[in-house]
């Protein structure tokens, strides 16, 4: 792993530089290396306080262009070819830069990818509650955008802000915890994250311990 970590370095430093110039344009092309070096070059450049603007393009010329057309004070774009890899730059001025890296150690350019999951908050609520229901009532919450998701599966009429007389889903920032607050009575379902409590709720209301909320959160014996 060294080549690969070293050239993640050698493109994390650059990113420092040239995100003091303030946005870049960065692309890669080629293979997976490529594309890590090129997010470790974004990295660089957001946490010197620029904005790292990636881009689809297929080639340097492609990405100077966008930096041209968009007035952008650099961009960046990295090219592997095998084992081989070369980093072309740009400047606001129209000048280029062309820099090929040491040719990396047979194998080394075999790398993990990045992926990404997407609709993860409608799957989640989807998976914690199952089938879509109706006549949940008037609920009011706070929490997660996913913790609305599934109160709406359960059938409810939700608003973002207290109502008199709606139920209140209460969850911790993270979706962890949920606390429901009804009649003047808070209650803790079970659940092993706020979208199962929430569930859990709308299945069997009574059937969970309660609390004051003006109690100090200790639940009634």
């Known amino acids: 792993m ?10 994390y430093e650059l990113g420092l530089r040239l995100g003091a110039m303030g946005a870049v344009a960065i692309g890669s092309g080629g293979g997976p ?8 070059a974004g990295v660089g450049v957001a946490l010197a306080g620029g904005e790292a603007r990636f881009h ?4 340097a010329a492609c990405g100077a262009w966008l930096g041209q057309y968009y007035n952008l004070p650099a961009t960046l774009f990295v090219r592997q070819d095998g084992e081989d890899l070369e980093v072309y730059l740009t400047d606001g001025q129209g000048r280029s830069f062309h820099r090929s890296l040491k040719p990396l150690s047979p194998g080394a350019a075999a790398v993990g ?3 990404l999951f997407t609709g993860t908050d409608c799957a989640w609520a989807a998976n914690r509650v199952g089938e879509r229901r109706a006549g949940g009532g ?3 919450v706070q929490g997660p955008a996913a913790l609305t998701l599934a109160l709406e599966r359960l059938g409810y009429e939700v ?6 007389g709606a ?16 009649g003047g009575v808070a209650f803790r379902p079970v659940g092993e994250d706020a979208l199962e409590a929430a569930a859990s709720f709308a299945r069997e209301p009574q059937a ?4 004051r909320p003006d109690g100090g959160g200790t639940e009634q014996k």
Do not use: K, M, N, Y
């Open 138 to 140: 008037l609920a009011s």
């Open 56 to 59: 689809d393009g297929g080639c």
């Open 159 to 164: 608003a973002d802000r207290p109502v008199p």
């Open 2 to 11: 060294g080549d690969q970590t070293r050239l993640g370095q050698d493109l």
């Open 167 to 182: 139920v209140l889903f209460r969850a911790d920032r993270e979706g962890l915890e949920l606390i429901v607050e009804q």
């Open 33 to 40: 290396l490529a594309r890590a070096l090129a997010r470790s």
């Open 113 to 115: 990818e990045w992926d």
């Open 208 to 211: 969970v311990p309660a609390f």
